[in-house]
């Protein structure tokens, strides 16, 4: 099992293009999570899909769309990127339990111009 | 705002002392509560969850809760150098959001 996987892992964008980050678990979870993580501010929660076909916006999700295009993909959309979207962008999923246990992938390093 | 403390650090320790991380939390009624190591450059991994008041004890790792309190604590034991990480403190929070509320981490340094 690759568990959760993310691409690309680095990107470099000039302000105002856009890009699309890819999520894929293969664990048959049925949430899925996007969180950024900026150095003294923790992860954020940016959009969550508590199953397949729904999506809700969490705490930071201004400049950000996001598509579950089935059980295992969960993709993040920038539309046209800013400087303040510099980030590493981290996806999660996990079961939707009391437990709630979170598995991460790797994480894509965005740096936009 | 249901809030997740933890203090920063770097809390630094040498090899083989038992390195004692804290976390409080604001919700008087979250359910379960979870600690993730991150290494530098790396994303965070599930290394112990707790839902009952006591401790848990998972190899040199033993997780600690006071509901009474509001706090949860993460022991390590035989700190080694590979320990050195973050430690995120995550507490699943009341009124039926399973999604968990993440502190800021700790950062943990083992000095051989």
């Known amino acids: 099992n690759a568990g959760v996987t993310q691409t690309p892992k680095f990107q470099v964008l000039k302000t105002g293009q856009s890009m699309t980050l890819q999520c894929a678990q293969d664990m048959n979870h049925n949430s899925m999570y996007w969180y950024r993580q900026d150095p003294g501010m923790g992860l954020r929660l940016i959009y969550y899909s508590a199953s397949e076909g729904t999506t809700d916006k969490g705490e930071v999700p201004n400049g950000y769309n996001v598509s579950r295009l089935n059980k295992r993909e969960f993709s993040l959309r920038l539309e046209s990127a800013a400087p303040s979207q510099t980030s590493v962008y981290f996806c999660?999923?996990?079961?939707?339990?009391?437990?709630?246990?979170?598995?991460f992938g790797p994480g894509t390093r965005l740096t936009v111009l | 705002q249901k809030e997740v403390e933890q203090n920063s650090g770097p809390l630094s320790v040498p090899e083989g002392a038992i390195a004692s991380l804290n976390c409080t939390y604001s919700?008087?009624?979250?359910?379960?509560f979870f600690w993730y190591r991150q290494y530098s450059g790396k994303s965070p991994e599930l290394i112990m969850s707790?839902?009952?008041?006591g401790d848990k004890e998972d190899g040199r790792f033993t997780a600690q809760l006071n509901k009474a309190s509001q706090y949860v604590s993460l022991l390590i034991r035989d700190s080694q150098p590979s320990d050195s990480a973050t430690y995120l403190c995550?507490?699943?929070?009341?009124?039926?959001?399973?999604?968990?509320?993440f502190g800021r981490g700790t950062s943990l340094i083992v000095h051989p």
């Open positions: 919700d008087r009624g979250s359910q379960s």
């Open positions: 999660a999923s996990s079961e939707e339990t009391d437990n709630n246990e979170q598995f």
């Open positions: 707790i839902y009952s008041n």
């Open positions: 995550a507490v699943r929070p009341s009124g039926g959001s399973y999604i968990p509320t």
